[in-house]
Each structure stands twice: as C-alpha cells, then as structure tokens.
C-alpha cells in the first residue's frame, strides 16, 4: 500500500521531475521562469519518495538544482535555458567502449581493460548581456577487472575503476561585447581557448581526479566557468534588460 501512495505522488510531480524519477534523465529547452516550477517540485522529493528505485540522483539537488539557480539568476525572462541530464551512470551499456586485453603476469592473469564515457550534464544558457554559456560536464572511468592467484592457489575475481571528471565551459559573447584580456592567466589546471570573429568565442577545460562531493564539483564547475567571463571587462552593463 505504502508503495502505491509513493507511485501517486510521482505521478503528480512536474513532469521532468517525473522524468528524472523513473527515467533518470531528460533533455528539454524552456523559458527561464518555467524552470522555477520543476526546482519547487524536486524540493518535494524526500517528503513522498522513499522506495530506493524512485530516490532521486544525489546529482540532482546537489549539482543540477544549484546551477539552475546560478543560471537563472544572470539570465532576461524570455531567455532559453537548455538542459540535458542523464543520470543512469556509467554502467549503461551504451557508455562503454570495447574491451581490451592488457598484458600481465602472475600472480594476476586475464587482465582485460575498457574505458565509459559518460556525459552527464549538459546545459547552455542565454544571458542578460547576450552572450550564450555551455557548458558539460562528463566522467571518464577507466574500468579493469582480472583473476589473481593467492599463495594457497586460490583463485579471486577482482575489479577497479579509476574516474577523472571533465568540465567544458564555452561563452559566446555578443557582436557588440566590449573584450578586454585577463590580467592574470588561468588556473594551471584550466586550459582556455580563444576563437576570435565578429563574436569572440571563450572556451575554457579542467579535469580532475573524481568522483568528489557534489559541493566540491560545483565549486570546480563555477571556478571552470569564470574563465570565460574575464574576458568581459568589470562593470560592463548588460546589453539586455528586459
């Protein structure tokens, strides 16, 4: 009976809170105060969903929710906010490369190593000043499994993974976007890059060991994303008000 009531209260959340509930994913554009009704709607979770098949991702409210709030807050009304989210992990098959056989020697035999890719999240906004931001973020696993031999001749199957995390931040700054260089250079661990035309494209890369706290990543994301936005000179006024 319990189950039930949580299967009804699903079917009365947003429907991309819905979508990510029983699905793990979506991928949808919309106007940036339609975003706001999805946002209160997650809020609710915890309060109705208990069974562990319909828990939300901890990526949700941990990277999701506050980036589409920071998003939000730089964008004009009739702004498109997009997303894409995919929060089924890494294991999906459709994530994972071939497998390989890698040389080894006893005590381990038949190692074997393949590598998932997995582009959780991405999401591409209209600002204020009429300048675009993407960005995506994607967890690169290295996965290798083998047989090892201990000293009584038994026979174990073991695996490892091993995660970087990859943050892309791209800005298109608008026709008449006033560009000033940085004064200081990036970060060691941030690569940006610079495309110059009639509207300067910015796009700035970090990697990183992972998985790390939902916090820390989004504190990685917003650091990635500064990068672009120096670019701009302080103070320059927003080309779009409305």
Known sequence: MFWRKQKAAIERFHPLHKALTLEKGFSVSLRRDDWEPVIQSLAQHRAHVRRRRWRLHDRVPGVLVPLLRVLSADMPPDGVLSVSADMRGSRVPEK??????????PPISGLKQWYAIDPWLRMRAELRDGSVVEFSVTDRVRNRKYRKKNARGKIKFKSKSKTVQLVRVT???????????????????????VKQGRRLVVRASGKFPGPVE???????????????????PPGTAARRTT
């Open 214 to 232: 939902d916090r820390i990543l989004v504190d990685r994301i917003l650091q990635v994303s500064t990068e672009p936005f120096r670019w701009t």
């Open 171 to 193: 800005r298109r700054l608008a026709k008449d976007a006033a560009v000033q260089r940085p004064a200081s250079p990036p970060p060691r661990w941030v690569r940006v890059q």
């Open 96 to 105: 994972n490369g071939p497998m390989q056989d890698l040389p080894s020697r």
